[in-house]
């Protein structure tokens, strides 16, 4: 690898490092630089400032994510199999890049105007379009329930993002200390049934699934 | 009211409208007791630091909310009712409080050890354990399937949670500017559903709800 390119390489790595580490998106410039072995100068001419270089690590890790999502939804398998497959990828994601999930927060609500239209367009955009797809997918099978696809995005991104986002919840409330594989694995088998069975189309015969909630709302 | 408590009450009601109206907890403090009309030394006095303001203002609200958690408990509803009323009520917090669901983040992620201790006490373990409940009243009714309640927890709170945090996606996504009273009625109305529906006890006989899913995924 050419040195410009290493050192451009290094200074993500070092973000990302800190970023997992410390637990915080607030790490200063000047430890990104340290643990990176360069100057701040270079921070400058590669990404602009430490926003751009953030930007630039989310960025780099969403690219492939969202060439995933494609191949996904282009399978020759039941919808069902894919909303299973893509809730363990998203929960694989997140555990494998720690800071994603912090990162993305932090620059969808902190960001500049500039940062915010950046992670739009390669990541919120992608993910709202792969739901959407997904959905209709399911529908049009007759797997699914005609849901609002807002709703059904805000479900699976808001359950899958509090595994990793709720980290204080898990550690005092249930005393876990870390979401280990484990754990990973149960979520994925119980949030899958959950909400597999809660987006099913109800039989048009025999028992429905949403018969008896209609009967104890009453 | 007496002028110190008076005080103390406008200070909480400042932060309270700047980061509902800035849509960031990073308010400088100065803004903050120049809105309240006080001088920064007031907030030294009343409250430590802006830190304790901001635990304050969380906790003031969070009392109220944890009391309702426990009559909705005490109600003499079936579970699944008393499941839709709390989706409901989650909701409205967000909505009525906007400043609720950043503040909670924040604190959580970035407060300090005796920050996060005190909205550990206050908020997130009586949230926790009334989900636990809420989700063994249901499986002793015969309501729910037992799952973990930590991923009962996770589902709920991380699905209202997007709603709020989510503001982004719905912007740019979905080009929804706010979240109106019209689509918090249907999002209770269908995320309810669609979780009901998930949680729900399998019927003994005729057609199960999951055994589709089950179908689909050989």
């Not at 997992?20 to 360069?38: D, F, M, W, Y």
């Not at 204080?168 to 979401?179: C, I, M, N, P, T």
Request: net charge positive; proline share 5%.
């Amino acid at each position: 690898m050419w040195p410009a390119l290493r050192r451009r390489t290094r200074l993500l790595d070092a973000a990302a490092e800190l970023i997992s580490e410390q637990g915080t998106v607030h790490v200063p410039l000047s430890e990104i630089v340290a643990r990176a072995k360069c100057n701040q100068a270079l921070v400058k001419y590669h990404y602009g400032n430490k926003e751009g270089l953030l930007v630039a690590l989310l960025s780099r890790d969403a690219g492939a994510g969202v060439r995933r999502l494609h191949r996904l939804l282009e399978l020759d398998v039941p919808t069902a199999e894919k909303f299973r497959m893509h809730i363990a990828g998203t929960v694989r994601t997140y555990a494998e890049y720690p800071y994603w999930n912090r990162l993305m927060h932090f620059l969808i609500a902190e960001g500049t105007p500039e940062a915010r239209e950046k992670v739009r367009k390669f990541l919120v955009e992608p993910v709202i379009e792969f739901h959407t797809a997904l959905l209709a997918q399911g529908v049009k099978e007759g797997a699914f329930k005609p849901i609002d696809p807002i709703f059904f995005h805000l479900c699976i991104q808001g359950t899958c993002d509090q595994l990793f986002s709720a980290r204080s919840s898990l550690r005092y409330g249930f005393g876990k200390e870390a979401v280990d594989e484990a754990m990973r694995k149960r979520f994925v088998d119980q949030i899958t049934d959950l909400l597999l069975t809660g987006l099913m189309q109800p039989k048009r015969s025999g028992a429905r699934p949403s018969a008896r909630a209609r009967k104890e709302k009453k």
